[in-house]
């Protein structure tokens, strides 16, 4: 499912009203409330959304459980941090339990920090569904989304729930959580704006080329939906968009 917004505003505003419903749904149905986060820039207003009126009034914050869909192995303070995007924008506003915030942490050793964020990802489910229930992807423009990158071994992983990724060029590694484990999601949502990822969207949601396996094209959650929310600039080249409407 396609919605196109006007602007990455309306986009944050859809965005902070799905979380709102599958954090309200998610409680009433069993207890809890499980969400993995993105990194990046674009969905950084519709967190700073959720930490104000009337989104804020609105979360069962008591039952929320936040994790990461990645995250650099930087340290927590740093400007590249996803963890720190997230606490500023929303986490450090609103009243969620910090036990209930769960960063991946992984500065020391990276793949022992995936192993133990894997474990803590089973120790969680080892309750009821194994499975989130909203997870927000963003869309880069080589077609990654978490740190699932090109090329790069993630994208072969069937087991594993979080592994390890060290995209070339950068001076620290990453974690991700793999397809297998954010295909099990019961929502997952991208949110992709700006004219500079078009081309690619329009590639991830249409192109038959199998020899350019983009990882975006490796989500596919099932039993659970996938929703793509994108502003105007990024989806003008999509043909199977649908008119902008309420969610
Ligand atoms: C990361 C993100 C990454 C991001 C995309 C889109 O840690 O880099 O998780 O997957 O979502 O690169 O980033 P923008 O929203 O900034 O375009």
Not at 110 to 132: M, R
Request: aromatic content about 8%; overall charge negative; proline content about 6%.
């Amino acid at each position: 499912m396609i919605r196109v917004f006007d602007d990455l505003e309306s986009l944050s505003q859809a965005a902070a009203g799905l979380f709102v419903d599958a954090a309200r749904r998610a409680v009433v149905e069993h207890g809890r409330f499980s969400v993995a986060l993105a990194g990046g820039s674009t969905p950084r207003r519709c967190y700073e959304l959720l930490s104000r009126l009337p989104f804020c009034d609105q979360v069962p914050w008591g039952q929320v459980h936040v994790f990461w869909g990645d995250e650099r192995c930087v340290p927590a303070d740093d400007s590249r941090s996803n963890s720190r995007m997230a606490r500023q924008a929303l986490l450090d506003h609103v009243p969620l339990p910090a036990r209930q915030i769960h960063p991946m942490t992984c500065v020391a050793d990276p793949v022992a920090a995936a192993l133990n964020y894997q474990q803590e990802l089973k120790d969680f489910f080892a309750t009821g569904k194994a499975c989130f229930d909203l997870i927000f992807l963003g869309l880069g423009g080589d077609g990654h989304t978490a740190s699932l990158f090109p090329g790069t071994a993630a994208l072969d992983e069937t087991l594993r729930w979080v592994t390890t990724v060290h995209k070339p060029g950068e001076d620290f590694h990453r974690l991700t959580m793999t397809a297998p484990l954010i295909n099990r999601a019961a929502l997952v949502i991208f949110l992709v704006a700006g004219a500079d990822k078009a081309l690619i969207l329009r590639k991830v949601l249409e192109s038959s080329d199998r020899d350019q396996p983009l990882p975006a094209r490796l989500i596919s959650p099932e039993p659970g939906r996938l929703v793509w929310l994108v502003d105007r600039a990024a989806g003008c080249g999509t043909t199977n968009s649908e008119p902008r409407d309420q969610l």
